[in-house]
């Protein structure tokens, strides 16, 4: 192939194809090795910089550089500046497509050279000359400006050390400065290319002070310079789709510098100064200090591209200079960089996709969220406390989880104590705000919720016992007292609720937090010393000791008041018993205290029913212990008292409360006296799983009245339930936007007159009040006001009354149907309310469920769990939750069937299993349920084989009880026994058999 059809193939888009021929012509070249092929071929790649044919520029470039390399002694600068004369040389009768395909080969050819070994022999002339061309360069058009200068600010940077180019380089900043770019971000590159010792010699005479822009008393013109970049458009999408060079050379001038000290330029003395005012031995000049970081950005960057007055594309370079810096390892903090408008303008950005800058502020949050627990692991906490200083609510604001993520990577203990302690003081800070008016609750909510992520994550840190009772000691007060300030004046009734609200919220908090502690079983609840319940019952007395201008926020009467301080005592006995000996301390010292520390707090916090069950938590306390002893007449009955039925009954009270420290605190009590546990403990929580899953069962296991006049019968809510269904969505939100359209469209209905829904008819009340205000009897009225009837009956009622009468009726019917809607509304919420309570008590059941699997995990052997099987197969018949029943039939076919160790002993033993087996073998014939058979026949083979283990000779027994279920089965069309339960017996017969 012919060295010409190289240059050809140079032009090709194909990248590879393009290496192959540079490679393939330079490999000619130097194989030929003739002086007219190599000055052909330099002409020949210089020219070509200004073909828009292809991807020439891109293939000749490469080519020329490689040629520039091997060629440096024989080409000299001035040589190859007269090529780009002649080449790219523009005349007046050039179109624009002309002129700008040279523009670019001068470019092109220009970076070529600054890049290229040639300046190794070459003159401060050549260095004018090519200084003198770039800045022509960038001046012919706009967009023309920065290239040249960025290829002349690295030349200028490997050059400066070279004695020999220092004239040259004074006269590239006098040419600067005479085309008026000192004062550009191009000026800026240019002075910040040379060392900071070096700026007075080349720049000291012109605009810059002291030569420097990076010293203080160029501050403002540095922001000014840096804010006025040219704008092709007032699109964002149409603007610089970058940001300029000089940022780089920004981040190189700050990159490895404290920013915590100031560096010092020297400028030059003044022209006059006399040498006799000189003092000689501090040798003192003229000097300014250099800007630090802090001050740069917060001049340069925030308050010029994210102040509220700057534009959409300021805006958008103040992100695209984030992300490079952000970016940076080199700098040593940026920390600084998360100033107020940034944060401000980012989180407004990211909270609404149609926004302009939504995509790129989106980019950052993924690259912040990356590159900073990697990078900068050492500086999230102060990044995240600027987060909260300046947008404590950034998280929600944004609609984003930066914040969370930050926080979730702060991991080791210095920095997890340190994070507390912030949230703490923004918690305290946040608080008075809230209090006096100006900030809202659910700011409030976002540290604290964070304190219990981090209680959870990190609380068995080796130093977390401190930070967390810093946690307490913070909450406590706001949690359970009023402070002073609040009881000597009178708030108003909007304060007071705020107020309220913001306390129960804490409270929360604190019990998540002891609920968090509870998890870690053996390590802080179970050591008697680290009895975090116990501990916050004692700050909460101790600080109203220490603090009598604080007054509890709960009141008691005198009863309450008696009940509450015997618990205080009783626990403090219990925790000073607990501490005498570790041969006294046992697992059941460990829940009483847990139960007295739980309910007291439940006291403070103005609980419901909480006193009652104190009171009766010390019968059962002193009847376990065995120091019960009859005081007065009144107490006189409790002697005949089950204790463990009466804590079965405070831990049922505890899982009516919807909190999952509660259900915790209940389920360790439940296993650590699972073995004193006798069948009416067992049964009372199986009477649980046989209440109705609705307002009656709600009713009598939440102590929950409903409203007479609207409450019916639970089957006939369910069905009331199941029509609505299509119109009503599962989800509470939905059904809630739902009722409010339904309502506003029963509001339109009423006041157009309009028919109301058909399935709907006027009571007699209404009835009554409309043929009152028609004036006419009730056994008179047309059907057609509420079903549909003829239109002779509208016309013969028109016949009644003239038109002055009809006109005053407007208003009567008004009432009517709007009370009418009343009922429909009021119907509406009660088909609601139902929904809540069978919601309510499917989820006191389910917890039930876990209590007894606990049990028969613990308990194996025990007998007394038997009397579960009937409630538990009642509750497969009954229920309509489908996770209920799942969890039921677990329960039933895999827990007390196969992993329970039951051995008979006695013959009551055998006849409680002979009637479980009958009562099996009814409830079987009431259902076809396959769940339901599943469980059935597992139990029933059960209770079989302990029959007949017991002894062998039952076995007839039992064979009747299967004969006398058959009978019925094939006699009784109605009986739904499954024959697979008489099959299953009868495989187990024939294995018993062999």
Not at 833 to 856: C, E, G, M, P
Not at 984 to 994: A, E, G, V
């Amino acid at each position: 192939m012919s060295l010409l059809d190289h240059y050809w193939t140079l032009a090709s888009d194909d990248a590879s194809e393009r290496v192959q021929a540079a490679e393939a012509l330079l490999k000619g070249l130097a194989e030929n090795d003739s002086e007219e092929d190599w000055i052909y071929a330099t002409k020949r790649l210089i020219r070509g910089l200004s073909s828009s044919r292809g991807s020439a520029r891109l293939g000749f470039s490469m080519t020329l550089v490689e040629l520039l390399e091997v060629r440096s002694a024989h080409i000299s600068i001035k040589d190859y500046l007269g090529l780009c004369s002649q080449f790219f040389e523009i005349s007046a009768s050039m179109k624009g497509n002309e002129v700008r395909g040279l523009l670019l080969g001068r470019l092109f050819a220009y970076e070529i050279l600054a890049k290229s070994t040639l300046w190794k022999s070459a003159t401060a002339e050549d260095l004018k000359e090519f200084g003198k061309r770039c800045i022509d360069l960038a001046m012919e058009k706009i967009w023309l400006r920065e290239p040249p200068y960025f290829a002349l600010c690295n030349l200028v940077t490997r050059l400066q050390d070279d004695p020999k180019f220092e004239d040259g380089l004074k006269f590239i900043f006098y040419y600067t400065n005479k085309v008026g770019l000192t004062l550009s971000c191009e000026g800026i590159a240019l002075a910040l290319s040379v060392k900071k010792d070096q700026r007075a010699k080349y720049n000291g005479d012109y605009d810059w002070k002291g030569g420097d822009p990076m010293l203080t008393t160029n501050l403002t013109e540095l922001s000014k310079a840096l804010r006025d970049l040219p704008v092709v458009s007032g699109n964002v999408s149409e603007s610089k789709p970058y940001i300029h060079f000089v940022w780089s050379f920004l981040i190189r001038e700050f990159c490895g510098s404290s920013q915590n000290e100031t560096d010092s330029a020297v400028a030059p003395p003044a022209k006059k100064q006399k040498v006799s005012k000189i003092k000689s031995k501090s040798n003192v000049e003229n000097t300014y200090s250099t800007v630090t970081f802090c001050s740069f950005w917060d001049r340069c960057v925030d308050q010029s591209f994210f102040s509220s007055s700057a534009s959409a594309e300021r805006k958008m370079w103040g992100f695209e200079v984030f992300l490079l810096w952000v970016q940076t390892n080199d700098l040593e903090s940026v920390t600084y960089m998360f100033s107020q408008n940034f944060i401000k303008v980012w989180c407004i950005q990211l909270s609404q996709k149609d926004r302009n800058l939504h995509a790129i502020s989106r980019k950052l949050a993924d690259v912040i969220v990356s590159v900073l627990p990697t990078q900068r692991k050492n500086e999230l906490v102060p990044i995240i406390s600027t987060f909260m200083f300046y947008r404590a609510n950034f998280d929600k604001e944004s609609k984003t989880k930066v914040v969370s993520q930050l926080l979730a990577c702060v991991s080791d203990e210095d920095s997890v104590s340190k994070l507390v302690h912030l949230l703490l003081d923004k918690i305290k800070e946040l608080e008075n705000e809230s209090i006096n008016g100006g900030s809202n609750l659910s700011v409030v909510q976002w540290p604290m919720d964070n304190l219990l992520h981090l209680v959870r994550s990190y609380g068995s840190h080796s130093k977390a016992s401190e930070w967390i009772n810093d946690i307490f000691d913070t909450l406590i007060p706001r949690a359970y007292y009023l402070v002073a300030s609040e009881t000597d004046s009178t708030p108003s009734e909007e304060e007071k609720d705020k107020e309220l609200k913001l306390a129960t919220m804490i409270q929360d908090r604190i019990m998540s937090i002891l609920a968090t502690t509870l998890k870690r079983s053996g390590q802080t609840y179970l050591d008697a010393q680290k009895s975090w319940p116990y501990r916050v019952v004692q700050k909460i007395l101790d600080f109203g000791k220490t603090h009598p201008d604080y007054k509890p926020r709960a009141e008691y009467d005198l009863e309450i008041t008696q009940t509450k301080q015997k618990a205080e005592q009783t626990l403090q006995k219990i925790h000073v018993k607990r501490n005498s000996s570790r041969h006294v301390d046992s697992v059941h010292l460990q829940a009483f205290e847990l139960l007295f520390a739980i309910m007291l707090l439940q006291v403070y916090g103005s609980q419901a029913d909480a006193a009652n069950m104190l009171d009766e938590l010390q019968i059962c306390y002193r009847k376990i212990n065995g120091k019960f002893k009859a005081q007065e007449n009144t107490e006189g009955n409790d002697d005949d008292m089950d204790s463990s039925l009466v804590l079965t009954e405070i831990l049922i009270s505890l899982l009516t409360q919807h909190s999952s420290f509660l259900r915790k605190l209940s389920e360790d009590v439940w296993r650590m006296f699972s073995g004193e546990l006798g069948e009416q403990s067992l049964q009372a929580i199986c009477d649980v799983l046989s209440a109705q899953e609705g307002s009656e069962g709600q009713k009598s296991l939440f102590d929950i009245e409903d409203d007479e006049d609207v409450a019916g019968d639970d089957e006939e809510e369910e069905d009331m339930e199941e029509d609505m269904e299509e119109d009503m969505d599962i989800d509470d939100e939905s059904a809630e936007n739902k009722t409010g359209d339904a309502e506003s469209k029963d509001d339109n209905e009423s006041l157009q007159g309009s028919d109301v829904d058909s399935d709907y008819e006027m009571d007699l009340e209404s009835r009554t009040k409309l043929a009152n205000a028609l004036g006419v009897k009730k056994e008179d009225m047309p059907e057609s006001l509420n079903t549909d009837g003829d239109e002779n009956n509208d016309s013969s009622e028109e016949e009644l009354m003239n038109d002055e009468q009809m006109s005053a009726l407007d208003g009567h019917l008004s009432i009517i149907f709007r009370e009418r809607k009343k009922l429909q509304t009021k119907s509406r919420e009660q088909r609601k309310s139902n929904k809540q309570a069978r919601q309510n008590v499917v989820q006191l059941k389910t917890r039930v469920l876990d209590l007894l699997d606990i049990y028969f995990t613990e308990q194996n052997e025990n007998l007394a769990g038997l009397v579960c099987i009937e409630p538990l197969l009642n509750l497969l018949i009954v229920t309509k939750d489908k996770q209920l029943e799942d969890k039921a039939y677990e329960l039933l076919r895999n827990r007390i069937s196969r992993k329970t160790n039951y051995t008979l002993t006695t013959v009551d033993d055998v006849q409680k299993c002979v009637e479980n087996l009958q009562t099996t073998l009814q409830l079987a014939a009431k259902t076809k349920s396959k769940v339901f058979t599943l469980s059935s026949k597992q139990v029933a083979i059960l209770l079989a084989k302990l029959i007949i283990n017991y002894d062998e000779m039952l076995v007839e027994s039992v064979i009747d009880i299967y004969s006398d279920a058959m009978k019925a089965w094939f006699l009784d069309p109605t009986n739904e026994i499954a024959p697979a339960l008489f099959t299953d017996f009868i495989s187990f017969l024939n294995t018993k058999r062999k």
